[in-house]
């Protein structure tokens, strides 16, 4: 009986080696398959939103940040303080670094990521007047008035172009086209 169980622990030190023998074997670098590729490395980025008029953090404003030649981006809110931190851009990378805020001019411009931790500060505008093709502005005066000179204007175009009919004492016209300034007769 004493020989059985030697036999059995010899057997079972036996399987148990070669089991481990077999899966430090299958973690081998030489054979095939998936490689580990580390990460490029990363910046953190932190951006404070400000208000252009008195410096106060602007809370909830969309960053939107998109790296060049990629086709998504990346949107964070700000928090109370107007912070909005990201720590996954590629550092050496160009990002496109965009801001949205309700009630405030939107901002955009390109930056270079090229140190591991950079901080960024956008003081936003509020809206400023719109621009109108209908009023007059202070440049638009003076270029009409330069433009006058040198062109003919409308009227003087409309009398060169318009025929004069050779008589005008009749009442009837007998030409084909009628004329909009008369009643038209049933």
Excluded: W
Aim: proline letters at 5%; a positive charge; charged letters at 30%.
């Amino acid at each position: 009986m004493l020989c059985r169980r030697i036999r059995r622990s010899i057997t079972l030190a036996l399987a148990l080696g070669l089991a481990v023998g077999l899966s430090v074997s299958a973690q081998d670098s030489n054979r095939r398959g998936r490689k580990y590729k580390a990460p490029s490395p990363t910046s953190k980025i932190e951006v404070t939103i400000l208000r252009a008029d008195d410096d106060k953090p602007i809370e909830n404003a969309a960053v939107i940040f998109t790296l060049e030649g990629d086709k998504g981006n990346m949107e964070l809110k700000t928090n109370e303080d107007g912070k909005a931190v990201i720590d996954v851009l590629p550092t050496g990378s160009k990002v496109l670094l965009q801001v949205l805020a309700k009630g405030f001019q939107t901002y955009g411009k390109d930056y270079n990521i090229n140190k591991p931790e950079m901080a960024f500060e956008v003081k936003l505008n509020r809206p400023g007047k719109q621009y109108s093709i209908y009023e007059k502005h202070a440049g638009q005066a003076a270029q009409e008035d330069a433009e006058g000179k040198d062109k003919p204007s409308q009227a003087d175009k409309d009398s060169k172009s318009s025929p004069k009919s050779g008589s005008s004492d009749s009442g009837n016209q007998s030409d084909s086209t009628p004329d909009s300034s008369q009643p038209k007769q049933r």
